[in-house]
Nanobody
């Protein structure tokens, strides 16, 4: 089990950038997969980006080329760099860590992109 806490959300104009951070209570070096999900009002939660312990990344088609997921094992932190933001990116963003035996979630951070 690991405790996760997101930060970095806020209000930004279309075309702007934000960097989300997810601080973990323990080492994330050996967690099989960490990911960012988001849930917009009235929609299902969707996978935005993921990264494995080996560094392999995966992105939703809607964010590929604009968002970058990364991790800093020394700082026990997962990041999501979001560039060229669109109003459609408005959602609550959640950090997730899955080890194969546990599935941990943060409380979420609101991202609002104005047109």
């Amino acid at each position: 089990q690991v405790q996760l806490m997101e930060s970095g959300g806020g209000l930004v104009q279309a075309g702007g950038s934000l960097r989300l951070s997810c601080a973990a209570s323990r080492s994330i070096f050996s967690i099989n997969r960490m990911a960012w999900y988001r849930q917009a009002s009235g929609k299902q939660r969707e996978l935005v980006a993921s990264i494995t312990s080996g560094g392999s990344t995966n992105y939703a088609d809607s964010v590929r080329g604009r968002f970058t997921i990364s991790r800093d094992n020394g700082k026990k932190t997962l990041y999501l760099q979001m560039n060229s933001l669109k109003p459609e990116d408005t959602a609550v963003y959640y950090c997730n860590g899955n080890s194969g035996i546990f599935d941990s979630w943060g409380q979420g951070t609101q991202v609002t992109v104005s047109s």
